[in-house]
């Protein structure tokens, strides 16, 4: 049988919207007086936490490994950016707008 110790540990793996939801859930469904109630409950939530476990792992899977646009004209600056960046706590770029300053 699913327990609340049980669904409550696998929280830490959803993102902080699905774990806030359904740590309310967990606990409605620990108050159930009736345990075929309740282990009905824990089952569903049981079956929402691996979907929201197999949405974060899409999720995670969409990001892209590494974005770049080689035609903006900022691009030819990014080594210098990147030895900025690595040096400096603080580092502001100008340049015009549509330049790729926030993009690159």
Known sequence: MT??????????DLMPADRRVLARA???AGRIRSD???GKAMRALAAEL???SDRLERRRQAIPSQVTYPDLPIAEW???LLAA???HQVVIVAGETG???STQ
Do not use: P, V
């Open 3 to 12: 327990t609340q110790r049980d669904l409550r540990a696998r929280l830490g």
């Open 26 to 28: 967990i606990t409605r």
């Open 36 to 38: 075929s109630q309740r």
């Open 50 to 52: 691996a979907a929201a």
């Open 78 to 80: 990014r080594a210098d």
């Open 85 to 87: 960046i690595g040096g």
């Open 99 to 101: 330049s790729g300053k």
